[in-house]
């Protein structure tokens, strides 16, 4: 059974930096595109970031360009997101996704965690 | 970018009943469209992919149908499991996109 287990998340001022993980399991997580979505509070779902299976190409949505880091240790079947400079918008549960088909759509998620961004 | 708009934003229905969600994008996807159910407090789940097909154990009272714009997601016998928001995405290109959500409540 496939299991996505987002860690990491908390409270952060305006700039500050935090670094989410998501601990994979039930598959064989290095043949994977994998991703991370938030959602705002009572809000619909934004796409943030997503990354290949071996981890070489990378993509962001324009929101998080040039702030916010995803990479992956398939060694240890984790999945990260660094984000820095970090804003009142970013404020959201930030759920990580495994990636099937081709092309790509999310067929399972994380349970999220919470990233707040207030001083 | 390519918006998603979905209707209605929420929609009141009884056990029983059929009901229709409809999603539109701004401009043609194909047939690159996913369908997720989201429960207060959890993950969104995975319904329906490439416009039409169903995940694996998802309910068969559950459709979807559509291309290019155009899109439904149509759940028939509603059972009191299916109360929840629901939210389609275009996988078409990047930057993947998704509905603002249909709360579907009693």
């Known amino acids: 059974e496939v299991h996505l287990l987002g860690s990491g998340g908390g409270l952060v001022q305006p700039g500050g930096s935090l670094r989410l993980s998501c601990a994979a399991s039930g598959f064989t997580f290095s043949s994977y595109a994998m991703s991370w979505v938030r959602q705002a509070p009572g809000k619909g779902l934004e796409w943030v970031s997503s990354?290949?299976?071996?981890?070489?190409?990378?993509s962001y949505g324009d929101s998080v360009k040039g702030r916010f880091t995803i990479s992956r240790d398939n060694s240890k079947n984790t999945l990260y997101l660094q984000m820095n400079s970090l804003r009142a918008e970013d404020t959201a549960v930030y759920y990580c996704?495994?990636?099937?088909?081709?092309?790509?759509?999310?067929?399972?998620w994380g349970q999220g965690t919470l990233v707040t961004v207030s001083s | 970018d390519i918006q998603m708009t979905q209707s209605p934003s929420t929609l009141s229905a009884s056990v029983g009943d059929r009901v229709t969600i409809t999603c539109r994008a701004s401009q043609s996807i194909s047939k690159w469209l996913a369908w997720y159910q989201q429960k207060p407090g959890k993950a969104p789940k995975l319904l329906i992919y490439k416009a039409s097909s169903l995940e694996n154990g998802v309910p068969s009272r559950c459709s979807g149908s559509g291309s290019g714009t155009e899109f439904t997601l149509t759940i028939s016998n509603l059972q009191p499991d299916d109360f929840a928001t629901y939210h389609c995405?275009?996988?078409?290109?990047?930057?993947?996109?998704f509905g603002l959500g249909t709360k579907l409540e009693i």
């Open positions: 990354i290949d299976d071996s981890g070489d190409i990378t």
């Open positions: 995405q275009q996988y078409n290109s990047n930057p993947w996109t």
């Open positions: 996704a495994k990636k099937r088909g081709a092309p790509h759509y999310f067929d399972y």
